[in-house]
T-cell receptor, first 116, second 110 residues
Framework: GAVVSQHPSWVICKSGTSVKIECRSLDFQATTMFWYRQFPKQSLMLMATSNEGSKATYEQGVEKDKFLINHASLTLSTLTVTSAHPEDSSFYIC????????????FGPGTRLLVL | QKEVEQDPGPLSVPEGAIVSLNCTYSNSAFQYFMWYRQYSRKGPELLMYTYSSGNKEDGRFTAQVDKSSKYISLFIRDSQPSDSATYLCAMRINDYKLSFGAGTTVTVRA
């Protein structure tokens, strides 16, 4: 149980295009999902907290117009990187917290984005 | 000073050895402590979850929390090559935001 999927697993795009990443909780409902970014050999950095049916809460320094988050259902959150540039190339990981349980989050396998 | 400190290693041990990992933290409000394992190019996988001080054992894994010293540990007994990964400590207060350590890269040599 507690499986989280991400799609796509990797994506290569041209500079200036937008990329959408999906995060799904497969066997549980998640009121809250989180989006992280991880650079090589570094730890996870929280970008934003996504709550179903409401606006996402962004961490300091994260541009909300650049990284659009939508959490339209209890099993799906999406992150759209708008007008992507090479500096947006990174490993993006989502996590989901099961509804009604407070102990922890379960992580997806990550999406590797390369912007040329 | 970072909120959570973790030595990034790398740490290399022979197969069968005990792997000892630890993190220190500065925020005394942290109550929930977790260890995640992350293989290269994969998302983190939850290994252990503990609440407040004490020990917790799960198979070859033992997690310890010492809140008085603001110090947590993870021990892996009878280490296997398949245990080679990056191990991340994480902790949080009452809200859901996790604070992560930098991660320690472990290699278990066959």
């Amino acid at each position: 149980g507690a499986v989280v999927s991400q799609h796509p697993s990797w994506v290569i795009c041209k500079s200036g295009t937008s990329v959408k990443i999906e995060c799904r909780s497969l066997d549980f409902q998640a009121t809250t999902m989180f989006w992280y970014r991880q650079f090589p050999k570094q730890s996870l950095m929280l970008m934003a907290t996504s709550n179903e049916g409401s606006k996402a809460t962004y961490e300091q320094g994260v541009e909300k117009d650049k990284f659009l988050i939508n959490h339209a259902s209890l099993t799906l959150s999406t992150l759209t990187v708008t007008s992507a540039h090479p500096e947006d190339s990174s490993f993006y990981i989502c996590s989901a917290k099961p509804s009604g349980r407070v102990e922890t989050q379960y992580f997806g396998p990550g999406t590797r984005l390369l912007v040329l | 000073q970072k909120e959570v400190e973790q030595d990034p290693g790398p740490l290399s041990v022979p197969e069968g050895a005990i792997v000892s990992l630890n993190c220190t933290y500065s925020n005394s409000a942290f109550q929930y402590f977790m260890w995640y394992r992350q293989y290269s190019r994969k998302g983190p996988e939850l290994l252990m979850y503990t609440y407040s001080s004490g020990n917790k054992e799960d198979g070859r894994f033992t997690a310890q929390v010492d809140k008085s010293s603001k110090y947590i540990s993870l021990f892996i007994r009878d280490s296997q090559p398949s245990d080679s990964a990056t191990y991340l400590c994480a902790m949080r207060i009452n809200d859901y935001k996790l604070s992560f350590g930098a991660g320690t890269t472990v290699t278990v040599r066959a």
